[in-house]
């Protein structure tokens, strides 16, 4: 069973296996690793970063939802000062891909974050969040403009080497012309997709359940959605992707990959149980075996219409 | 903190709608403190998606108890379950009842279903001096069993003193003129709240367990926030709590 590789390539990143932790699901890997074993993951994608430390939003801002759940955190982050003295000393021991989400109110706040810690060394790609549902500023007034994407992507590309990966917004009608652009300005991939715009109501206060009013929507009941996103874009652009929606086992994994994903991350899943990554690539390598498959990269746009 | 698949040993029915479970649970069972929770998986499926925290009621050995009420989709499934079961459960969250330090005697203040954590608490505290104010809505809701020298309030007066326990414990240690005591308390938060005021205004050494909605249970979803009194941002209940110093947080 060792001799599958389950090696796979984000542009010039490259990953031991597929599986990513995602964005906001794994904070900075600290309290993660003491219930799984990171190492054995392809990456982790840290917490969204912004210049300096967000609050976040008020309570209430999670609630659960049929196979899924809403958020709206509201970006709380330590901002990226406390980021470099803090978190990434414990990031740099760790035998794993880290991947930065960078989180901005502005084009200038993206190039400030990006120019002041491509220069870590522990740091192995950029995904920048251009698709937050949860904050007033930045988010998605960026994720649903194509200029804005376009701009960003541009001017991230031009103060870093190290891969950019654009996290896409799927709150627009035409996914693929946003992964079209990312491309076009020198992005390395997008990550499809971030969180759906949902809300939900207590039918007897007849308030909203989130005190945002709306949240991010994620889990299980995502998946059909994302599958649909990487599957447009895998028909019409050529750039890798990065599958991200409901994933809570391996068959999720193996269907992301089949409809184009070159990786994927796993993210609602972590909260209910933190072994699901780990689980996850023990659960490809029986694929690949009893499929015969050599390379599991042999998946990726495998799907047969 | 870790995960374990705990095999239910008993349930019993202690109250209107009120169950306690026990579970063998070795592995968490020996690392417990007093005030932290477990964070529950009451399904394999999808449905309920989370897992649901609850305060670990009381270690015997092997095993943990844990108490709750049938208040939504997921209690109704746990209230189902029956010995011989396996629950997946992630623990022990949070920090627990802080127990250093010096104070002669106990209170506890316990408001409904914040009953849960005090019987272990008063386990772990051993020979100390314990009195414990024990309120609810009516007397099919007061939980006191295991609960040490209860003094017990009920809203509607269907037993002990007719109004909420923070009065009966503010008359109380009037009465006796108490001293050198720190008070531990859990319950639903308008009484948290009226107990942090009494305490903060007499200057009352108070921790107090709190409440809320979560995801994860240990960090990571940043999904319960609550708000710190000196105005620096927000502490995370899950991991910064669920026991606060009641000067600490804003209710």
Redesign the interface.
């Known amino acids: 069973m060792n001799s599958i590789d389950l090696s796979t390539t984000i542009g010039s990143l490259k990953l031991k296996n597929p599986v990513l932790l995602a964005s906001?699901?794994?904070?900075y890997g600290n309290?993660?690793a003491?219930?799984t074993d990171i190492s054995k993951l392809g990456g982790i994608v840290t917490?969204s970063l912004s210049l300096k430390?967000r609050?976040?939003?008020?309570?209430?801002?999670?609630?659960?939802t049929?196979?899924?759940?809403l958020?709206a955190?509201g970006l709380?982050n330590v901002g990226v000062e406390e980021f470099v003295k803090e978190k990434i000393p414990f990031l740099k021991e760790l035998d794993t891909a880290i991947i930065c989400n960078i989180a901005a109110s502005s084009i200038e706040e993206y190039v400030e974050c990006v120019k002041i810690l491509t220069c870590i060394e522990t740091i192995n790609a950029f995904e920048i969040n251009v698709s937050c549902p949860n904050v007033k500023e930045g988010g998605l007034i960026f994720g649903n403009d194509l200029s804005s994407v376009a701009r960003i992507t541009e001017q991230v590309r031009a103060v870093t080497n190290k891969p950019i990966i654009i996290k896409l917004s799927p709150n627009v009608p035409n996914i693929s012309e946003f992964a079209s652009v990312v491309k076009n300005e020198g992005g390395d991939a997008v990550s499809a997709i971030n969180t759906l715009v949902g809300s939900s109501f207590d039918i007897y206060t007849r308030k909203p359940k989130i005190k945002n009013i709306t949240g991010g929507l994620s889990?299980?009941a995502i998946k059909p959605i994302a599958i649909a996103k990487v599957l447009e874009i895998k028909r019409n652009v050529d750039i890798p992707i990065i599958g991200i929606g409901g994933i809570?086992n391996w068959k999720d994994a193996a269907e992301f990959m089949i409809v184009g994903a070159s990786a994927v991350q796993v993210g609602?899943a972590?909260?209910?149980?933190?072994?699901t990554g780990n689980e996850i690539v023990d659960g490809l390598i029986e694929f690949c075996d009893r499929q015969r498959i050599q390379k599991l990269t042999e998946l990726i746009g495998s799907y047969k219409i | 903190?870790?995960?374990e698949k705990s095999v239910l040993e008993s349930k019993r029915q202690i109250g209107e709608k009120i169950f306690q479970i026990k579970l063998r649970s070795p592995k968490i069972a020996t690392v417990a403190k007093p005030g932290q929770f477990c964070n529950i998986?009451v399904s394999e499926s999808?449905?309920?998606?989370?897992?649901r925290p609850f305060s670990i009621s009381n270690v015997d050995g092997d095993s943990i108890f844990f108490v709750f009420d049938i208040h939504g989709e997921g209690t109704e499934i746990l209230s189902q379950k029956e010995k011989g079961n396996v629950l997946?459960i992630?623990g022990p969250l949070g920090n627990g009842f802080d127990i250093s330090g010096d104070f002669t005697t106990a209170i506890f203040a316990a408001g409904g279903l914040g009953s849960a954590p005090f019987p272990f608490l008063a386990k772990v505290l051993g020979n100390k001096e314990i009195i414990s104010f024990v309120g609810a809505r009516n007397s099919s809701l007061v939980l006191q069993d295991d609960i040490p020298n209860p003094q017990i309030a009920t809203d509607d007066g269907t037993l002990g003193y007719k109004g909420n326990v923070v009065e009966l414990l503010s008359n109380y240690i009037v009465k006796h003129n108490l001293k050198e005591f720190r008070i531990f308390s859990c319950g639903p938060n308008p009484m948290l709240k009226a107990l942090q005021k009494y305490s903060i205004e007499n200057n009352f050494d108070c921790q107090i367990s709190v409440e809320?909605?979560?995801?994860?249970g240990?960090?990571?979803?940043?999904?319960?926030?609550?708000?710190a009194s000196n105005g620096d941002?927000?502490r995370l209940v899950c991991?910064d709590g669920p026991v606060f110093n009641a000067k600490d947080v804003k209710l």
């Open positions: 906001g699901t794994v904070g309290e993660i003491q219930l917490k430390p609050n976040g939003n008020p309570p209430q801002r999670i609630v659960e049929p196979s899924g759940m958020n955190i709380a889990g299980p809570m609602t972590n909260f209910i149980n933190p072994n | 903190m870790l995960i998986k999808d449905f309920p998606l989370l897992r997946d992630l809320c909605a979560m995801a994860c240990f960090g990571i979803c940043q999904g319960c926030p609550i708000e941002g927000y991991k």
